[in-house]
């Protein structure tokens, strides 16, 4: 994704104190998760909608994949807006969810969405997916409001005429928190498929998870054990021509994935095991 330069709120310099987790991040530290999964205040305005989960949005076993998920999260998110009548875009810049047990084929979901926060020119979506009033996902995603060029822009007064009620007055930063890949991460060529590419001409933020699934697939990661938590930073677009790499590392408890461009981390995340 593109952020301004130099903003303090959504740029990916290192953070400091509760916020910092950093390259030296390792073992407990690295279970600490810092964004919230806050209830929609009374009143606040909220959106729900309802899928039906498909065959091409599951694994072999039958589990909703991530990049399915992240399909639906978006989804809603582009309801809630249309809905609302707000035509400029908005860019994901980090998404944190937490599991139950995944939603699977043929499973009918309730999708929940409603604004959690806000910053000077970010705000917080929480989304809640549910199975039979069972609630298997928790979400809560910073999103940055942009101009037509993804130049950060001011949240404006009408924004929070519409969703001030269900912000709560709860403020919430943009800024990165995921390490950059240690020198020794394994690394492997990922190809960019015309596919990938949405309307922007950018690899869509949904895609980025087929990379962790590949890897959790290819690399044993979490076998038998059931996916607890897992948080994604988009920290630069992936256009179609980009020469990408796929870089990951064990961590204890879990796996970290890369995606990196002529050096560059485009995007990081984070999956963890469940308790």
Not at 156 to 162: K, M, Q, S, T, V
Not at 176 to 188: I, K, Q, V
Request: aromatic share 6%.
């Amino acid at each position: 994704m593109d952020t301004e330069a130099g903003d303090p709120e959504t740029n990916g310099s290192a953070t400091t104190g509760a916020e910092a987790t950093g390259a030296e991040a390792t073992g407990a530290e690295t279970k600490r998760a810092e964004m919230e999964f806050v209830e929609c205040p009374a009143g606040g305005r909220r959106v729900v909608r309802t899928r039906t989960v498909r065959l091409g949005d599951v694994t072999p076993s039958g589990r909703l994949r991530l990049d399915a998920l992240a399909r639906y999260l978006q989804d809603v998110a582009m309801d809630d807006v249309d809905d609302a009548g707000i035509t400029r875009p908005w860019v994901l810049r980090r998404i944190a969810l937490r599991f139950g047990e995944l939603p699977a084929f043929r499973d009918t979901v309730e999708l929940e969405t409603f604004c959690s926060g806000t910053g000077a020119r970010v705000a917080e979506r929480r989304t809640t997916v549910k199975v039979d009033g069972e609630v298997r996902v928790e979400t809560a995603a910073i999103w940055v409001y942009v101009d037509e060029t993804g130049r950060p822009l001011p949240l404006e007064e009408w924004f929070f005429d519409l969703y001030g009620r269900a912000a709560n007055s709860r403020r919430v930063s943009g800024r990165l928190r995921l390490p950059p890949p240690p020198a020794d991460a394994a690394r492997r060529e990922w190809v960019v498929r015309q596919s990938d590419l949405d309307v922007f001409g950018h690899v869509n933020n949904a895609v980025a998870w087929v990379a962790v699934e590949d890897e959790l697939a290819r690399g044993g990661a979490l076998t038998g054990t059931r996916m607890g938590a897992a948080e994604m930073e988009y920290r630069a677009a992936i256009d179609g021509d980009d020469a990408c790499e796929l870089v990951s590392a064990s961590i204890p408890g879990g796996i970290e994935c890369w995606l990196v461009v002529d050096g560059e981390p485009r995007a990081a995340v984070r999956v963890l095991e469940g308790s």
